[in-house]
């Protein structure tokens, strides 16, 4: 099976721009989670999408949004970035949710200049 | 505070010696899964533990979860520079689909 695909790899925007970020899961996964990782806070979970519908968000202001596919591919799109979104963006597929177990994605990293 | 707190946060060893890193919680987990994760790539899933005591071999690797469901500990045996990376643990403390994952160990192994 091919493992979980994020595009682009590496990003880099102005304060103020807005990104879109993607994942395609594992085939025959629903749940999609992303998770925002930084040396100072490490891993924090943004949001989980399974079978299209947000199941849960993280303590992330509204900025951060995402969606989900019919065909399981999600998106997550930051708005008015700050210097401070800086950070590896990592995508994970798991057949049945972020509490089972997660497979995840090379990740992208962004950087606001 | 993390609700997870790992231990000891950095380990520097040769290769050939054992060492153990611990993941702890005040909170009790249905279950607690261990990553690792090497420069420039997403967390690997190593291992999830769901029953309390519960031990689990993954060759030089064994992962024990605690009676309590409170804490989980890994311990390597003959460390080799392939082992080398961060090791994250992570749960989700009251099933409501809110995983969490501690700072990591970061391990270096060196030949």
């Known amino acids: 099976k091919a493992g979980v695909t994020q595009t682009p790899r590496y990003l880099i925007k102005t304060r103020g721009q807005q990104v879109t970020l993607s994942c395609s899961p594992i085939?025959?996964?629903?749940?999609v989670s992303w998770y925002q990782q930084t040396p100072g806070q490490g891993l924090q979970f943004l949001f989980e999408?399974?079978?299209?519908?947000?199941?849960n968000k993280g303590n992330f202001p509204g900025r951060f949004s995402g969606r989900q596919f019919s065909n399981s591919r999600s998106e997550m799109n930051v708005s008015t970035l700050e210097l401070g979104d800086s950070a590896l963006y990592l995508c994970a597929s798991s057949p049945l949710g972020i509490g089972y177990e997660q497979y995840f994605g090379p990740g992208t990293r962004l950087t606001v200049t | 505070t993390q609700l997870l707190e790992q231990s000891p946060q950095f380990l520097s060893i040769q290769e050939g010696e054992n060492l153990t890193v611990y993941c702890n919680s005040s909170?009790?987990?249905?279950?607690l899964q261990w990553y690792r994760q090497e420069p420039g790539e997403g967390p690997v899933l190593l291992v999830t533990v769901v029953t309390g005591g519960e031990v689990k071999k993954l060759k030089r690797l064994t992962f024990q979860f605690g009676d309590a469901r409170k804490d989980s500990s890994l311990h390597i045996t003959a460390a080799q520079p392939g082992d080398t990376g961060l090791y994250l643990c992570a749960g989700d403390p009251d099933n409501n689909n809110d995983m969490r994952f501690g700072a990591g160990t970061r391990l270096t192994v060196k030949p």
């Open positions: 999408y399974f079978s299209e519908t947000q199941r």
């Open positions: 909170s009790v987990f249905s279950s």
């Open positions: 085939s025959g996964h629903r749940s």
